[in-house]
């Protein structure tokens, strides 16, 4: 696994990393917060899944498999990173049924819908149990980035340019990783800056469904967008310290949020009937 994670890792330095969500490092974060609030059985139930690796580790592997030649990672996958809806309010959940094969997926809620199952079902062969895992943590660190509710027309930000310190990007790769780049720690040390065992905290983001933490997302998306309006026809959006001081704390808060609310999901799929503690809190279905 760590090989061949080695292998795609150098094949991404080719893909542009408009395709990726949070970066690796946001990523990382979300998997190493998350390891910090499993429950001793949870944790026991995802080694045969993991195969030795770290939940940080794996939480990138959903975007590294896009090298892979294969007709579902260069035709299918790409669809489960990200959602289209013209509003929070055109999104209903009600709507939706579980997909019945990684085929049927058509967009991250569904992608995780699908996750959540094939991992709940004890006849899902273990190759797919590995499967579903890694997708799973990627995809919840996906949808509480807000860019990939996006509007289809600009690719969820890509197409929208902006200049970070002079530089030239675009909005959605402002969000993926620059934004978090900006402030020069490992993805470890972001992790423990932000991370929290305050359980009041804790349950408040666990009382909520991934149909939330996916309006959640579009909402705060809607707000990105205003703040790159141009200031005047044909300028860029020109951000530095200020834009830092004013978002940072949004991405700094969704990806506790993710952290705690993975940690709170894969409690509620391996360890249903653990007592509130230490550990996350199941997520409500």
């Known amino acids: 696994m760590k090989i061949a994670r080695f292998v795609c890792g150098l094949l991404l330095v080719t893909t542009s990393v408009q395709a990726l969500a949070w970066g690796q490092n946001g990523h990382r974060i979300v998997g190493q917060i998350a390891n910090e609030h499993l429950t001793k059985k949870t944790q026991q139930a995802l080694l045969p899944l993991l195969g030795g690796d770290l939940l940080a580790e794996v939480g990138t592997w959903a975007d590294e498999m896009r090298s892979d030649p294969a007709e579902f990672w260069q035709k299918d996958s790409t669809r489960w990173h990200y959602i289209n809806v013209a509003a929070p309010k055109d999104f209903d959940a009600s709507h939706y049924h579980t997909p019945q094969t990684k085929e049927e997926v058509k967009d991250i809620y569904g992608g995780i819908l699908r996750c959540i199952a094939a991992l709940k079902d004890k006849n899902t ?103 790159a309006a141009p ?45 509130p503690g230490t550990a996350a809190l199941a997520v409500k279905p």
């Open 231 to 275: 200031a005047a026809t044909n300028t860029l959006p020109e951000f530095s310290y200020g834009y830092i001081h004013q978002q940072l704390p949004v991405a700094e808060e969704r990806l506790l949020q993710a952290g705690i609310r993975l940690a709170g999901l894969l409690n509620s799929i391996f360890d249903p009937r653990a007592k």
């Open 125 to 227: 062969p273990l190759a797919e149990r590995q499967f579903y895992l890694r997708f799973l943590v990627h995809l919840v660190g996906d949808i509480h980035q807000p860019m990939h509710t996006g509007h289809a027309e600009d690719r969820g930000g890509n197409l929208i340019e902006v200049k970070f310190f002079g530089e030239l990007t675009n909005l959605h790769s402002l969000w993926d990783t620059e934004l978090l780049e900006s402030q020069n720690l490992s993805f470890s040390e972001f992790a423990a800056f932000i991370n929290t065992q305050d359980k009041q905290l804790i349950k408040t983001y666990l009382t909520s469904s991934p149909a939330d933490w996916l309006k959640e997302s579009m909402a705060l998306s809607e707000s990105i967008y205003q703040s």
